[in-house]
């Protein structure tokens, strides 16, 4: 794709979705699916829904076999995450909740449901590009963790984004990224950037299918850019975040560091 034209057309899209975004918020509030959020107020949730129609509406753009096959495992790791969002089961938290839950009352939750889909489709995405089955087992957890790391994040407005942005800096400065892909990364990029004033300004919640999307995506395109040695510190570093909140709270940790508070507060005005 030559760079004028991919210019023209990041420009048509970019206006594109920020028309549907509007649009979406309008539908989500006359049918009710407005969720409270941290600060008692009734916003739209699940708003994440509108990157697989972006990408539906836009796909002719991207006519490559990768893009096309990471597209429908991200769609369907983002559908599961809308059957959360209208359906989910807020009693159980984390995990574990989720685990026990099965385990002990053979109840399969929402919650459950997404960090299987999630696996398998790690696994499916891990099997694109892979040379050794050491690669490719590295790579199916670090999808994995990385899809249930936005959720984990996604408690307060900006949080998912910049989780995203952080990993996708990782990729473009430490990594290289597959050329069959750099296009669509960069319209993913513009679509994060469409929906931030949405989320930072706390009119729309992404909600467990934009989180998960985003962390899907995160966490492929880290694995298809970066060696194995960052690979496998960037899946540490998640393990050990899933650790932790399993067992204290994520947002208080920010809250008292002042560093995670002022980068966590950057741009929020919601």
């Known amino acids: 794709m030559k760079d004028s034209f991919f210019l023209v057309f990041l420009a048509a899209a970019g206006i594109t979705a920020y028309g549907m975004m509007i649009g979406l918020c309008g539908v989500f509030r006359k049918k009710g699916w407005v969720s409270f959020n941290y600060k008692k107020t009734e916003v739209p949730h699940g708003c994440g829904i509108l990157f697989p129609f972006c990408f539906l509406l836009f796909a002719g753009f991207f006519p490559n076999g990768a893009t096309e096959r990471l597209v429908v495992c991200a769609a369907g790791i983002c559908l599961v995450g809308w059957i959360d969002d209208r359906m989910g089961d807020k009693g159980t938290k984390g995990l574990r909740g989720h685990f026990l839950a099965l385990w002990k009352e053979r109840r399969m939750t929402t919650g459950m449901l997404k960090a299987v889909s999630a696996f398998l489709f790690a696994v499916c995405a891990a099997s694109f590009f892979y040379t050794a089955m050491g690669d490719f087992a590295v790579d199916t957890l670090l999808i994995t963790l990385a899809t249930n790391a936005m ?20 990729c473009l400065t430490a990594g290289t990224i597959p050329a069959a892909l750099a296009p669509f990364t960069y319209y993913v990029l513009l679509l994060t950037v469409i929906m931030a004033p949405f989320d930072f300004s706390a009119k729309a919640m992404l909600g467990d299918s934009g989180a998960n ?15 194995l040695y960052v690979k496998i510190i960037l899946l540490v570093l998640l393990l050990v975040l899933h650790y932790y909140a399993e067992r204290a709270s994520i947002s208080a940790a920010i809250e008292n560091n002042r560093f995670l508070r002022r980068m966590d507060a950057w741009g929020r005005s919601g």
């Open 151 to 170: 959720n984990l994040l996604d408690l307060r407005p900006g949080r998912a984004l910049k989780g995203f942005w952080l990993l996708q800096s990782l």
């Open 213 to 227: 999307l985003l962390g899907f995506l995160a966490g492929a395109l880290c694995a298809y850019s970066l060696n």
